[in-house]
């Protein structure tokens, strides 16, 4: 959200338009709810009908775009590569985050490797930090299974075709967007201004 305010281009968030689909109750809403409870990915021609439908419009069309929690897997970046061509995607970011701990108050991450100066209290706004409550322990093992084995993947095939950046995921979420800021306009200089 924060990158797409910096750059005035729209924010495209699989995750946002699922749960606006479940709160309207509609088909795909429905559909879409349980397996979204479990914390399972939802399959991949699901997902990339709706992100075709919403890449078709006029705003996006004309401004760019930043897609936010898609593709995760190989097969929806294959898919969303035959949808944007003959054009492709600027830049790939894998923000990494090993951590599962987590400001209530400003979002601020930390991780066992980097935890607050002073225990459970945030560096950035002094509110207080949690363990995130989703993370029972079957609930993260279940989501890293599933990171592993489909979304990890990403991270060569992106590489392999040299649109990936890699910023860590910890601190703020102001801090985190300034790393990504900082790797998109370091591309775009040794691009000559463009990013691809
Ligand atoms: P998010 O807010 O991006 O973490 O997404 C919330 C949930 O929506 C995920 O746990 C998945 O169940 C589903 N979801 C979001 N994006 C995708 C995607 N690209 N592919 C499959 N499932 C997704």
């Keep these: 959200m924060r990158l797409s305010h910096h750059?005035?281009?729209?924010?495209?968030?699989?995750?946002?338009?699922?749960?606006?689909a479940v709160k309207q109750g509609t088909a795909m809403g429905l559909k879409a709810k349980d397996q979204m409870d479990r914390g399972e990915l939802l399959g991949d021609d699901l997902v990339m009908?709706?992100?075709?439908?919403?890449?078709?419009?006029?705003?996006?069309?004309?401004?760019?775009?930043?897609?936010?929690g898609c593709?995760?897997?190989?097969?929806?970046?294959?898919?969303?590569?035959?949808?944007?061509?003959p054009f492709?995607?600027?830049?790939?970011?894998?923000?990494?985050?090993?951590?599962?701990?987590?400001?209530?108050?400003?979002?601020?991450n930390y991780s066992l490797s980097a935890p607050p100066l002073i225990n459970w209290t945030c560096d950035v706004c002094g509110g207080e930090v949690v363990q995130r409550e989703?993370?029972?322990?079957?609930?993260?093992?279940?989501?890293?299974?599933?990171?592993?084995?489909?979304?990890?993947?990403l991270i060569e095939w992106y590489?392999?075709?040299?649109?990936?950046?890699?910023v860590p995921g910890t601190g703020s979420p102001d801090a985190v967007t300034r790393r990504m800021v900082k790797v998109i306009e370091q591309r775009r200089e040794r691009k000559g201004g463009r990013l691809t």
Aim: net charge negative.
């Design 7 to 20: 750059y005035v281009v729209p924010h495209v968030s699989t995750g946002d338009m699922l749960r606006a």
């Design 49 to 68: 009908e709706m992100v075709a439908e919403r890449l078709g419009e006029s705003d996006v069309r004309a401004r760019g775009f930043i897609l936010d």
């Design 71 to 85: 593709p995760r897997t190989v097969a929806q970046a294959e898919q969303l590569a035959s949808l944007l061509a």
């Design 88 to 108: 492709d995607l600027d830049l790939a970011i894998d923000i990494e985050i090993h951590t599962s701990q987590v400001c209530v108050d400003c979002g601020a």
């Design 134 to 153: 989703d993370d029972t322990e079957d609930a993260i093992e279940r989501r890293l299974k599933l990171y592993e084995r489909q979304t990890a993947p």
């Design 159 to 166: 590489r392999d075709r040299n649109q990936l950046e890699s």
